[in-house]
């Protein structure tokens, strides 16, 4: 899960969002350093992804991916299940996503002083250049998915991704409306749990 998703399944517990954030920044074991919530917001992080990764669904998704992309899978699949739950946002939360992410934003913003250098720098970008609410237009997907391969040494994987993908977005976007419901479940017995 990317972002949005992370977000919405950590919904409405400050601290548990802003783990979502952090979740992809903090690294090792959690010895209590951190505020409680905040520390539980990245176990909740770290089951969603272990989860989603070790899913029959995903891992059938995997092999639906053109092979070129299937190393890339776990990337592609959570950006795309951002532009998915965007689109499909009305099935998973009756608060309008416009006012879902500005709620977001301001949580992040109130957090800022807290957050891990990777995070404050990741939850500006995603404030100013309202990511969040730019997951609803696919364009979003190909063109976030280039910039992360920038980071890559050999070459961008992702430069063409669209015309790639073709026929594989059905099954992105059939795997997610299967799939999400069992993750919002399972993040419900989790957070109990945490």
């Given at each position: ?190 957070i109990s749990r945490l």
């Amino acid at each position: 899960m990317n972002f949005l998703a992370h977000f919405h399944l950590a919904w409405p517990d400050e601290g548990l969002v802003v783990g979502g954030l952090e979740g992809d920044y903090v690294k090792g074991q959690l010895r209590g350093a951190l505020p409680a919530q905040l520390e539980k917001g990245i176990k909740l992080h770290r089951a969603v992804d272990a989860f989603t990764d070790a899913h029959p669904l995903i891992l059938q998704l995997r092999g639906e991916l053109p092979r070129g992309l299937r190393r890339y899978a776990g990337i592609i699949i959570d950006l795309c299940f951002d532009h998915y739950l965007s689109l499909h946002w009305e099935r998973f939360s009756s608060m309008p996503l416009a006012d879902f992410n500005t709620d977001v934003y301001r949580i992040l913003a109130a957090h800022e002083p807290a957050l891990s250098n990777g995070a404050r720098g990741m939850a500006s970008r995603l404030i100013e250049y309202d990511v969040l609410n730019r997951y609803r237009e696919w364009d979003t997907v190909p063109a976030t998915a280039a910039r992360i391969g920038q980071r890559f040494k050999r070459h961008n994987p992702f430069l063409d991704l669209d015309a790639e993908l073709g026929p594989a977005r059905q099954a992105l976007e059939r795997t997610f409306l299967n799939f999400y419901p069992r993750l919002e479940s399972f993040c419900r017995d989790a957070i109990s749990r945490l």
